[in-house]
Every structure is written in structure tokens, then in C-alpha cells.
């Protein structure tokens, strides 16, 4: 973008793995761009994508949500995640050529009144809606009762992971 432009910025999380490039087009609630992307990162990282790789994570407001349900899903209301896969690896490429993982696009004003719903914090709810468009970026679905529960479980191993991770010494995690 030139100069005086006011479009969103990106913010990256970058290692070894790949690059997660983070969009806040939203003004509803802040977001931790750089937590939510270090969360993509290892959800990325722990399903095994070969490097180097790249991914979106959007957020975005309601009416934004909506119209992206709406001209993607045919649903005309706004929803909490949406995951756009791009490349799911059987392409060949150049070994130094990124594979490009996919994006995902959140709304934390859904995300937040989902999580008031449910009784939770919005963190956790945004946390849960990050790794669970990620893995469907990586060929993860829950049409059937099968799949929905390989799909939970490990939504639930790497949410104890991240949690783990970024939890202060001393105090709990949220369960969902």
C-alpha cells in the first residue's frame, strides 16, 4: 500500500515452518495478532507441512462475515470461521517455491458472543475457532460423526498444547 493508506496492515509470524500473514479488518474487539498467529503456526507445524509454507488468518466484522457466508456458502448470516484451502500439498513445486496452506477468516464479534453463550472466555472461543480453520485447511472435516471426532480430538490435543504453552505458571487453562 502507498503512503496515507488506511487498509489493515499485515502482521507476521515467521520461523523456520513458514509464514502466517495476520489481517485485522475489524474494529469490534482488539486481537492479539501476533498470539493468533503463533497459534496457526503450530497448528501448522504439528501437522507435519513440509516448509517453506505460507497462510492468512483474517479477522473481520459481521457484516464482512456475512457477505463472504453468503457468496461462498449461500448462508446469508455471518458466521464465526470460515477456512479458504489453497494448496494441499500434491502440487509439485520447486523445493524453495512456499506451499500456500490456505486462510482463515474469523469473526470475534461472533466468536464473542458464542463464547458468552457457552460460558467461556472469548480467548478461548478465538483460540478454538484458530485451530479448527486450520486443520480444515489441512484436509480435516467433521461431515460425518467419524471424522467430527478425529477433527475434535485433535482440535483438543492442540489447544492443551497452546495452552500449556502460553499460560502463566500457576494459573489454569480454560476446558472447553
Sequence with gaps: ????????????????HGVVAVFDCQRDMA?????WAELMRRVVAGEGVATPWEAGLTFVDA???????AGHRGIDRPTDVLAFGADD???PR??????LVG???????????????QGHPVDEELALLVVHGTLHLLGYDHIDDVDAGKM?????ELLAQAWAMTTPAGAQAGSR
Design 1 to 16: 500500500m502507498a503512503d496515507g493508506d488506511s487498509g489493515p496492515r499485515p502482521t507476521e509470524a515467521e520461523s523456520d
Design 31 to 35: 486481537v492479539d495478532e501476533g498470539r
Design 63 to 69: 457484516d464482512q462475515m456475512a457477505a463472504l457466508n
Design 89 to 91: 500439498g500434491s502440487a
Design 94 to 99: 520447486d523445493p524453495d517455491e512456499p506451499r
Design 103 to 117: 486462510d482463515v477468516v474469523i469473526c470475534p464479534s461472533v466468536a464473542a458472543s458464542n463464547a458468552v453463550a
Design 152 to 156: 475434535e480430538g485433535r482440535e483438543q
